[in-house]
Protein backbone atom coordinates (compact mmCIF):
# COMPACT_ATOMS: atom_id res chain seq x y z
CA UNK A 1 0.00 0.00 0.00
CA UNK A 2 1.07 3.65 -0.77
CA UNK A 3 -0.14 7.07 0.32
CA UNK A 4 -0.76 9.12 -2.19
CA UNK A 5 1.11 12.27 -3.16
CA UNK A 6 2.87 14.38 -5.92
CA UNK A 7 5.93 15.11 -7.38
CA UNK A 8 7.69 18.51 -6.76
CA UNK A 9 11.16 19.79 -8.19
CA UNK A 10 13.57 19.32 -5.51
CA UNK A 11 15.26 23.23 -6.28
CA UNK A 12 17.53 22.01 -3.02
CA UNK A 13 20.59 24.53 -4.45
CA UNK A 14 22.20 25.45 -0.90
CA UNK A 15 22.56 21.79 -0.66
CA UNK A 16 26.33 21.79 -0.54
CA UNK A 17 26.26 25.28 1.38
CA UNK A 18 28.26 25.01 4.76
CA UNK A 19 26.42 26.45 7.68
CA UNK A 20 27.41 29.92 7.73
CA UNK A 21 27.22 31.28 11.54
CA UNK A 22 25.82 34.91 11.20
CA UNK A 23 27.15 37.61 13.08
CA UNK A 24 25.12 39.00 15.97
CA UNK A 25 22.52 41.67 15.09
CA UNK A 26 22.42 45.42 16.45
CA UNK A 27 19.11 44.23 17.69
CA UNK A 28 16.92 41.38 18.33
CA UNK A 29 12.89 40.88 18.94
CA UNK A 30 12.25 37.76 20.23
CA UNK A 31 8.53 37.25 20.50
CA UNK A 32 6.75 34.37 22.86
CA UNK A 33 5.24 32.92 20.93
CA UNK A 34 7.46 30.27 19.85
CA UNK A 35 5.82 27.23 19.09
CA UNK A 36 2.09 25.82 19.28
CA UNK A 37 0.36 26.81 22.13
CA UNK A 38 0.20 29.49 24.58
CA UNK A 39 3.08 32.53 24.53
CA UNK A 40 4.90 32.94 27.01
CA UNK A 41 5.02 35.54 29.28
CA UNK A 42 7.78 38.04 29.55
CA UNK A 43 9.80 37.79 32.45
CA UNK A 44 11.93 40.89 32.11
CA UNK A 45 11.11 44.64 32.03
CA UNK A 46 12.37 47.59 29.84
CA UNK A 47 16.05 48.46 31.19
CA UNK A 48 17.04 44.66 32.25
CA UNK A 49 20.29 43.60 31.27
CA UNK A 50 20.15 40.02 29.74
CA UNK A 51 22.70 37.66 28.57
CA UNK A 52 22.77 34.86 26.19
CA UNK A 53 20.91 31.51 27.31
CA UNK A 54 18.97 33.63 30.07
CA UNK A 55 14.98 32.63 30.19
CA UNK A 56 12.95 35.79 29.52
CA UNK A 57 9.55 34.59 28.42
CA UNK A 58 7.35 31.52 30.06
CA UNK A 59 4.03 30.59 31.60
CA UNK A 60 2.38 27.69 33.40
CA UNK A 61 0.06 27.16 30.95
CA UNK A 62 0.29 23.14 29.95
CA UNK A 63 0.83 23.76 26.42
CA UNK A 64 4.24 26.40 26.13
CA UNK A 65 7.74 26.33 26.83
CA UNK A 66 9.71 29.11 27.84
CA UNK A 67 11.39 31.53 25.94
CA UNK A 68 15.38 32.23 26.18
CA UNK A 69 17.54 35.02 24.77
CA UNK A 70 20.33 34.36 22.53
CA UNK A 71 22.07 37.60 22.82
CA UNK A 72 23.60 39.70 25.64
CA UNK A 73 22.28 43.12 25.97
CA UNK A 74 19.77 45.35 27.64
CA UNK A 75 16.20 45.18 27.08
CA UNK A 76 14.69 48.19 25.38
CA UNK A 77 10.83 47.44 24.78
CA UNK A 78 8.46 44.85 24.98
CA UNK A 79 5.39 45.64 22.69
CA UNK A 80 2.83 43.73 20.97
CA UNK A 81 3.38 41.28 18.09
CA UNK A 82 0.13 40.44 15.27
CA UNK A 83 1.32 36.86 14.42
CA UNK A 84 0.53 35.38 10.87
CA UNK A 85 -2.71 33.96 12.39
CA UNK A 86 -4.05 37.54 13.24
CA UNK A 87 -3.34 36.71 17.14
CA UNK A 88 -0.94 38.69 18.89
CA UNK A 89 1.58 38.27 21.34
CA UNK A 90 4.25 39.85 23.36
CA UNK A 91 7.59 40.63 21.80
CA UNK A 92 11.04 41.40 23.84
CA UNK A 93 13.11 43.91 21.83
CA UNK A 94 16.72 43.88 23.07
CA UNK A 95 19.56 46.54 22.03
CA UNK A 96 22.87 43.86 21.55
CA UNK A 97 26.02 44.73 23.30
CA UNK A 98 27.86 41.92 21.10
CA UNK A 99 29.84 40.73 23.84
CA UNK A 100 27.69 37.66 23.73
CA UNK A 101 28.06 37.32 27.55
CA UNK A 102 26.72 33.82 28.43
CA UNK A 103 24.74 33.51 31.64
CA UNK A 104 25.86 32.36 34.57
CA UNK A 105 23.12 29.41 35.04
CA UNK A 106 23.93 27.50 32.24
CA UNK A 107 24.95 24.17 33.29
CA UNK A 108 24.24 20.50 31.65
CA UNK A 109 21.07 18.82 33.24
CA UNK A 110 21.21 15.41 35.33
CA UNK A 111 18.70 13.28 33.15
CA UNK A 112 18.74 9.48 34.22
CA UNK A 113 14.97 8.76 33.60
CA UNK A 114 11.42 9.75 31.57
CA UNK A 115 10.62 12.17 33.88
CA UNK A 116 14.08 14.02 34.21
CA UNK A 117 14.12 14.23 30.43
CA UNK A 118 11.03 15.67 30.01
CA UNK A 119 12.16 18.05 33.08
CA UNK A 120 14.82 18.95 31.43
CA UNK A 121 13.69 19.33 27.33
CA UNK A 122 11.23 21.64 29.02
CA UNK A 123 13.33 23.95 30.23
CA UNK A 124 15.22 23.49 26.69
CA UNK A 125 12.62 25.13 25.19
CA UNK A 126 12.48 23.02 22.66
CA UNK A 127 10.02 22.49 20.43
CA UNK A 128 9.36 20.70 16.90
CA UNK A 129 11.79 22.41 14.41
CA UNK A 130 10.25 20.89 11.45
CA UNK A 131 7.80 23.59 10.99
CA UNK A 132 4.49 22.86 13.21
CA UNK A 133 6.38 23.73 16.48
CA UNK A 134 4.58 20.68 19.07
CA UNK A 135 6.45 21.71 22.39
CA UNK A 136 8.85 18.72 22.74
CA UNK A 137 8.29 17.85 25.86
CA UNK A 138 4.34 17.51 25.90
CA UNK A 139 5.48 14.63 23.22
CA UNK A 140 7.81 13.24 25.31
CA UNK A 141 5.55 12.47 28.14
CA UNK A 142 3.24 10.24 26.70
CA UNK A 143 1.05 8.04 29.04
CA UNK A 144 3.05 5.07 29.90
CA UNK A 145 -0.41 2.96 31.48
CA UNK A 146 -1.80 3.85 27.80
CA UNK A 147 1.02 3.21 25.54
CA UNK A 148 3.59 1.32 24.56
CA UNK A 149 6.13 2.90 22.49
CA UNK A 150 8.26 0.82 20.47
CA UNK A 151 9.63 2.86 17.58
CA UNK A 152 11.11 6.31 17.72
CA UNK A 153 10.68 7.60 13.97
CA UNK A 154 13.61 10.21 12.81
CA UNK A 155 11.97 12.67 10.30
CA UNK A 156 14.85 13.46 8.10
CA UNK A 157 12.61 13.71 4.71
CA UNK A 158 13.01 17.64 4.46
CA UNK A 159 10.23 17.38 1.19
CA UNK A 160 9.82 21.05 0.32
CA UNK A 161 11.62 22.56 -2.81
CA UNK A 162 14.33 24.77 -1.59
CA UNK A 163 14.81 23.84 2.02
CA UNK A 164 18.03 22.06 3.39
CA UNK A 165 18.55 23.17 6.19
CA UNK A 166 17.73 19.49 7.91
CA UNK A 167 20.15 18.04 5.20
CA UNK A 168 22.81 20.27 6.53
CA UNK A 169 22.47 19.15 10.24
CA UNK A 170 22.93 15.31 8.75
CA UNK A 171 25.82 16.56 6.62
CA UNK A 172 27.53 18.58 9.66
CA UNK A 173 26.68 16.82 12.68
CA UNK A 174 25.53 13.29 11.84
CA UNK A 175 27.41 12.01 15.25
CA UNK A 176 25.03 14.56 17.49
CA UNK A 177 21.97 13.16 15.25
CA UNK A 178 22.84 9.64 15.76
CA UNK A 179 24.15 10.01 20.05
CA UNK A 180 20.48 12.20 20.17
CA UNK A 181 18.68 9.13 18.58
CA UNK A 182 20.39 6.99 20.98
CA UNK A 183 20.06 9.18 24.17
CA UNK A 184 16.03 9.33 23.50
CA UNK A 185 15.47 5.48 23.09
CA UNK A 186 17.90 4.57 26.37
CA UNK A 187 15.99 6.75 28.21
CA UNK A 188 12.68 6.22 26.90
CA UNK A 189 13.31 2.57 26.60
CA UNK A 190 12.33 2.22 23.00
CA UNK A 191 12.88 -0.85 21.02
CA UNK A 192 13.92 0.44 18.02
CA UNK A 193 14.73 3.75 16.20
CA UNK A 194 14.01 4.52 12.00
CA UNK A 195 15.70 7.15 10.19
CA UNK A 196 13.39 8.11 7.07
CA UNK A 197 15.71 10.02 4.41
CA UNK A 198 14.01 10.81 0.88
CA UNK A 199 16.20 9.03 -2.15
CA UNK A 200 16.67 12.10 -3.02
CA UNK A 201 19.87 12.80 -0.67
CA UNK A 202 21.87 9.75 -1.49
CA UNK A 203 25.13 11.21 0.55
CA UNK A 204 23.43 11.40 3.58
CA UNK A 205 21.20 8.13 3.35
CA UNK A 206 25.44 6.90 2.63
CA UNK A 207 26.62 8.54 5.63
CA UNK A 208 24.20 7.51 8.02
CA UNK A 209 24.09 3.76 6.69
CA UNK A 210 27.78 3.73 7.25
CA UNK A 211 27.37 5.32 10.64
CA UNK A 212 24.74 2.93 11.59
CA UNK A 213 26.61 0.01 10.13
CA UNK A 214 26.25 -2.30 12.94
CA UNK A 215 23.33 -1.22 14.88
CA UNK A 216 20.14 -3.43 14.77
CA UNK A 217 17.96 -1.42 16.46
CA UNK A 218 18.47 1.92 14.42
CA UNK A 219 17.78 2.02 10.27
CA UNK A 220 17.91 4.30 8.03
CA UNK A 221 14.43 3.82 5.36
CA UNK A 222 14.86 5.25 2.01
CA UNK A 223 11.85 7.46 1.56
CA UNK A 224 10.51 7.66 -2.47
CA UNK A 225 11.19 11.36 -3.41
CA UNK A 226 7.63 12.47 -3.23
CA UNK A 227 5.64 15.31 -1.56
CA UNK A 228 4.42 14.92 1.63
CA UNK A 229 6.42 12.68 2.68
CA UNK A 230 7.56 14.61 5.59
CA UNK A 231 4.14 14.83 7.18
CA UNK A 232 4.19 13.14 10.41
CA UNK A 233 1.09 11.01 9.59
CA UNK A 234 3.55 10.44 6.40
CA UNK A 235 6.40 9.35 7.17
CA UNK A 236 5.41 7.31 10.83
CA UNK A 237 2.92 5.09 8.01
CA UNK A 238 6.33 4.45 5.89
CA UNK A 239 8.42 3.62 9.01
CA UNK A 240 5.68 1.13 10.42
CA UNK A 241 2.96 0.47 8.47
CA UNK A 242 0.10 1.64 11.04
CA UNK A 243 -2.05 4.02 10.18
CA UNK A 244 -3.05 7.15 12.14
CA UNK A 245 -6.15 7.44 13.01
CA UNK A 246 -8.64 10.34 12.77
CA UNK A 247 -8.27 11.91 16.37
CA UNK A 248 -5.11 10.08 17.73
CA UNK A 249 -1.65 10.98 17.82
CA UNK A 250 1.67 8.71 16.98
CA UNK A 251 2.11 7.48 20.82
CA UNK A 252 -1.42 6.29 20.54
CA UNK A 253 -0.14 3.43 18.10
CA UNK A 254 3.37 3.08 19.56
CA UNK A 255 5.17 5.59 18.13
CA UNK A 256 7.17 8.96 18.66
CA UNK A 257 8.26 10.96 15.45
CA UNK A 258 10.62 13.86 16.06
CA UNK A 259 12.36 16.21 13.30
CA UNK A 260 16.26 15.38 12.95
CA UNK A 261 17.06 18.75 13.85
CA UNK A 262 14.92 18.43 17.01
CA UNK A 263 16.89 15.63 18.17
CA UNK A 264 20.34 16.86 17.80
CA UNK A 265 19.56 19.81 19.59
CA UNK A 266 18.16 18.01 22.88
CA UNK A 267 21.88 15.53 22.60
CA UNK A 268 23.63 19.00 22.40
CA UNK A 269 21.67 20.69 24.94
CA UNK A 270 22.49 17.65 27.59
CA UNK A 271 26.25 18.10 26.94
CA UNK A 272 26.24 21.64 27.06
CA UNK A 273 22.90 23.59 29.07
CA UNK A 274 22.27 25.82 26.49
CA UNK A 275 18.65 26.42 25.89
CA UNK A 276 16.97 26.70 22.54
CA UNK A 277 18.54 30.53 21.48
CA UNK A 278 19.56 30.24 17.63
CA UNK A 279 18.67 28.37 14.97
CA UNK A 280 20.09 27.11 11.42
CA UNK A 281 17.75 28.38 8.07
CA UNK A 282 17.76 28.32 4.37
CA UNK A 283 17.71 31.77 2.69
CA UNK A 284 17.23 31.25 -0.94
CA UNK A 285 15.14 31.83 -3.79
CA UNK A 286 15.95 34.10 -7.17
CA UNK A 287 15.64 37.47 -5.58
CA UNK A 288 18.25 36.31 -2.68
CA UNK A 289 21.97 37.25 -4.20
CA UNK A 290 23.49 34.71 -2.04
CA UNK A 291 21.69 31.90 -1.27
CA UNK A 292 22.64 29.84 1.71
CA UNK A 293 22.11 28.24 4.88
CA UNK A 294 22.83 30.35 8.05
CA UNK A 295 22.40 30.14 11.86
CA UNK A 296 21.48 32.96 14.02
CA UNK A 297 20.05 33.99 17.03
CA UNK A 298 16.45 33.49 17.70
CA UNK A 299 14.75 37.13 17.35
CA UNK A 300 17.17 37.90 14.56
CA UNK A 301 14.98 40.06 12.01
CA UNK A 302 14.51 39.20 8.36
CA UNK A 303 16.55 42.31 7.09
CA UNK A 304 19.45 41.51 9.18
CA UNK A 305 18.68 37.95 7.37
CA UNK A 306 18.55 39.44 3.96
CA UNK A 307 21.66 41.91 4.82
CA UNK A 308 23.61 38.78 5.55
CA UNK A 309 22.96 37.53 2.08
CA UNK A 310 23.51 40.61 0.02
CA UNK A 311 20.28 41.28 -0.70
CA UNK A 312 17.87 44.55 -1.53
CA UNK A 313 14.93 43.91 -0.61
CA UNK A 314 13.42 46.36 -3.07
CA UNK A 315 13.45 44.10 -5.32
CA UNK A 316 11.69 41.16 -4.05
CA UNK A 317 8.05 40.47 -4.95
CA UNK A 318 6.98 37.91 -1.88
CA UNK A 319 8.82 36.48 1.04
CA UNK A 320 7.50 33.42 2.47
CA UNK A 321 8.48 31.71 5.90
CA UNK A 322 9.00 28.42 5.13
CA UNK A 323 8.42 26.31 2.17
CA UNK A 324 6.84 27.24 -0.97
CA UNK A 325 4.36 24.78 -0.28
CA UNK A 326 3.47 25.34 3.48
CA UNK A 327 4.82 28.38 3.98
CA UNK A 328 3.33 31.68 5.21
CA UNK A 329 3.58 35.12 3.11
CA UNK A 330 5.79 37.60 5.35
CA UNK A 331 4.85 41.36 5.05
CA UNK A 332 7.16 42.75 7.28
CA UNK A 333 10.90 42.99 7.32
CA UNK A 334 11.11 43.66 10.76
CA UNK A 335 9.58 39.75 11.19
CA UNK A 336 11.85 38.01 13.61
CA UNK A 337 12.96 34.73 13.47
CA UNK A 338 11.35 31.91 15.16
CA UNK A 339 12.44 28.58 16.33
CA UNK A 340 9.86 27.21 14.21
CA UNK A 341 11.55 29.18 11.85
CA UNK A 342 13.53 26.85 8.89
CA UNK A 343 13.68 28.60 5.75
CA UNK A 344 12.92 32.56 4.12
CA UNK A 345 12.41 32.43 0.54
CA UNK A 346 12.28 35.45 -1.58
CA UNK A 347 10.72 35.57 -4.73
CA UNK A 348 10.83 38.56 -7.85
CA UNK A 349 7.79 37.63 -9.44
CA UNK A 350 4.83 35.40 -8.74
CA UNK A 351 5.78 32.78 -10.10
CA UNK A 352 4.98 28.72 -9.15
CA UNK A 353 7.74 26.25 -7.99
CA UNK A 354 7.88 24.67 -11.80
CA UNK A 355 8.81 28.02 -12.90
CA UNK A 356 5.57 29.32 -15.18
CA UNK A 357 4.11 32.86 -14.20
CA UNK A 358 0.85 32.06 -11.79
CA UNK A 359 -2.30 32.84 -12.95
CA UNK A 360 -4.66 33.84 -9.74
CA UNK A 361 -7.51 34.19 -12.33
CA UNK A 362 -9.90 31.00 -10.53
CA UNK A 363 -12.03 29.70 -12.67
CA UNK A 364 -15.28 26.77 -11.89
CA UNK A 365 -14.23 23.57 -10.42
CA UNK A 366 -14.19 20.67 -13.64
CA UNK A 367 -14.46 17.75 -11.00
CA UNK A 368 -11.01 16.25 -12.73
CA UNK A 369 -10.35 14.48 -9.11
CA UNK A 370 -7.14 15.72 -9.29
CA UNK A 371 -7.30 17.16 -5.71
CA UNK A 372 -8.47 13.81 -4.55
CA UNK A 373 -5.93 11.77 -6.19
CA UNK A 374 -2.85 14.68 -4.62
CA UNK A 375 -4.47 13.76 -1.23
CA UNK A 376 -2.40 11.71 0.85
CA UNK A 377 -5.20 10.96 3.07
CA UNK A 378 -7.39 10.54 0.31
CA UNK A 379 -10.11 13.25 1.31
CA UNK A 380 -12.65 15.34 -1.38
CA UNK A 381 -10.73 18.88 -1.12
CA UNK A 382 -13.39 19.86 -3.59
CA UNK A 383 -16.43 18.57 -1.55
CA UNK A 384 -14.86 20.13 1.57
CA UNK A 385 -14.41 23.78 -0.40
CA UNK A 386 -18.11 23.31 -0.94
CA UNK A 387 -19.22 22.20 2.63
CA UNK A 388 -17.31 25.75 4.17
CA UNK A 389 -19.18 28.13 1.45
CA UNK A 390 -22.59 26.75 2.10
CA UNK A 391 -21.80 26.87 6.23
CA UNK A 392 -21.71 23.10 6.27
CA UNK A 393 -20.19 22.38 9.86
CA UNK A 394 -21.47 18.51 9.91
CA UNK A 395 -20.79 17.71 6.13
CA UNK A 396 -17.04 19.00 6.94
CA UNK A 397 -16.81 16.86 10.21
CA UNK A 398 -18.52 14.08 7.54
CA UNK A 399 -15.51 14.68 5.31
CA UNK A 400 -12.87 14.43 7.87
CA UNK A 401 -12.15 17.92 7.20
CA UNK A 402 -9.56 18.16 10.58
CA UNK A 403 -7.43 14.74 9.06
CA UNK A 404 -6.27 17.95 6.39
CA UNK A 405 -3.00 18.35 7.50
CA UNK A 406 -2.25 21.34 4.65
CA UNK A 407 -0.09 20.27 2.82
CA UNK A 408 -1.22 22.22 -0.13
CA UNK A 409 -1.16 19.43 -2.22
CA UNK A 410 -4.70 20.08 -3.55
CA UNK A 411 -4.10 23.73 -4.75
CA UNK A 412 -1.10 22.65 -6.62
CA UNK A 413 -2.95 20.34 -8.57
CA UNK A 414 -5.70 22.40 -9.67
CA UNK A 415 -6.15 23.19 -13.03
CA UNK A 416 -8.90 25.62 -11.66
CA UNK A 417 -6.48 27.64 -9.40
CA UNK A 418 -9.07 26.92 -6.28
CA UNK A 419 -7.53 28.30 -2.91
CA UNK A 420 -8.51 24.53 -1.63
CA UNK A 421 -6.07 24.24 1.09
CA UNK A 422 -6.39 27.85 2.39
CA UNK A 423 -10.21 26.84 2.41
CA UNK A 424 -9.69 23.73 4.05
CA UNK A 425 -7.50 25.65 6.98
CA UNK A 426 -10.23 28.01 7.46
CA UNK A 427 -12.62 25.32 7.51
CA UNK A 428 -11.32 23.42 10.55
CA UNK A 429 -11.71 26.35 12.42
CA UNK A 430 -14.72 26.99 11.53
CA UNK A 431 -15.71 22.84 12.28
CA UNK A 432 -14.54 23.42 15.57
CA UNK A 433 -16.43 26.72 16.53
CA UNK A 434 -20.15 26.57 18.08
Known amino acids: MRLNGISLPHKKGTEIAETAVMPCPEKVRISMSQH ?162 EDNKPKAIALFEEKLAGEDDIKVLRLKSSYPQGAEKVIAFYATGRIIMEGSLPSDHGIIVMNVSTVAFINEYIKTGMPFVSRRLTIDGDAVNHACNVRAPIGTMLKDLLAFT ?56 IRCGRCIKACPLGLMPAALERAYDRGDREALNKLKINLCMNCGSCSYVCPAKRDLAEKNQLAKGFALSK
Open 310 to 365: DTNPDGIHKIISGGPMMGIGVYDLDTPLCKTNNAFLCFKKPVSIKGIVVSQNQTHC
Open 36 to 197: MGAPGIPLVKVGDEVKVGQKIGDCETFMTCPVHSGVSGKVTAINDMVLANGKSCKVVEIDCDGKQTVWEGITPPSVTDKESLVRAVRESGCCGMGGAGFPTHIKLNYNEEKCHIDTLVINAAECEPYITSDYREMMENSQNVIDGIKFIKNILGIEKAVVGI
